[in-house]
């Protein structure tokens, strides 16, 4: 479903990373009244629930254990990623064969488990939950409302930051140039590009949704993260920051000054599903790439807009 243009990159690797944090917490307070009864994570895009890519991001990376942070109200989504005995029954009795795979698809793929934030304490508490599965390890984090689309050809978008891990052996975080007035809705970091490649930088600095004039640059973090499992420690010494909550932008803030930490500046596109018009942008690109969708969407939005 997501394309990997590079299928080898799923090569497992007995030294990389193999553990993921998902965190899927979030109330969606921008998406209602769709997420009173829904998580966010499940909106489909065409008719594959936000996670599910994100899931398969992460799969089509090399990851092949992946913990998800839930909490009330998201039932859904360990539905979804569970077998469901009576639906393949029914898809068995019609015939369609085509469907059964579809519906186990990435729950066979990779072994999830689940934790419950049980209070809206932020995303560096979310992150913090996962301490105890994933021990001393490095590990990803993607978050489950945001889907990453790198350019045709390019690498899935965590394996991009987990190629700069095994070289480096440091935390990484991919980020993105956002137009000025954009870098208050962001975390946003500063350092120093590296000699030999201008799109990884080492950083200095990571502020949490800074005020326009106060913003050290226009690189935003876009969702994906590679940690060294000091981060926890490093949470752990944050506390509230911005709305309250303890931001994990201000943990990696401290992580980087006690040891190297980079961001990598990439080209991928880059979904944020809680915001609507972003969603309504994914689902209308990913209807036009769908071989199935594809024409009459096209003939559809070439109707409605030719007067525009
Ligand atoms: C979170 C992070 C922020 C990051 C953003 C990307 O913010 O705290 O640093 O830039 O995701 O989507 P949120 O969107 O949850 O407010």
Not at 276 to 298: H, S
Request: net charge neutral; with cysteine.
């Amino acid at each position: 479903m997501m394309r990997d243009a590079n299928p080898q990159s799923a090569i497992r690797n007995p030294h990389s990373v193999r553990k993921a944090v998902i965190p899927a917490a979030g109330m969606g307070t921008r998406f209602l009244p769709a997420t009173k009864s829904m998580p966010k994570e499940m909106l489909p895009i065409v008719d594959t629930p936000v996670l599910q890519f994100v899931i398969e991001e992460a799969v089509a990376s090399g990851i092949d254990d992946i913990l998800i942070v839930t909490g009330r109200g998201k039932r859904a989504i360990e539905n979804h990623f569970d077998f469901n005995p009576e639906l393949e029954g029914f898809l068995a009795a019609a015939g369609k064969h085509q469907l059964i795979e579809q519906v186990r698809g990435i729950g066979d793929r990779a072994r999830i488990h689940y934790i419950r934030q049980k209070e809206q304490l932020g995303l560096g508490d979310a992150i913090r939950l996962g301490r105890d599965h994933v021990g001393d390890q490095p590990f990803a984090v993607l978050l489950g409302d945001t889907i990453i689309d790198p350019p045709d050809g390019q690498r899935p978008g965590l394996r991009q930051i987990l190629d700069v891990f095994e070289e480096k052996q440091a935390s990484v975080v991919a980020v993105h140039r956002v137009p000025r007035e954009w870098v208050s809705r962001y975390g946003i970091v500063d350092g120093e590009p590296e000699p030999n490649n201008r799109d990884l930088v080492r950083l200095r600095q990571l502020v949490e949704k800074p005020a326009v004039d106060q913003a050290p640059s226009d690189l935003a973090i876009a969702g994906r993260y590679v940690f060294t499992p000091e981060i926890f420690d490093c949470i752990d010494a944050t506390g509230r920051g911005v709305g309250g909550e303890i931001q994990l932008t201000d943990a990696m803030n401290l992580l980087a000054q006690r040891q190297p930490m980079y961001a990598l500046a990439w080209q991928a596109k880059r979904y944020d599903i809680g915001n609507r018009v972003e969603y309504a942008k994914c689902f209308i690109d990913f209807a036009l790439r769908r071989p199935e969708t594809a024409k009459a969407v096209r003939e559809h939005l070439s109707k409605v807009l030719g007067g525009a």
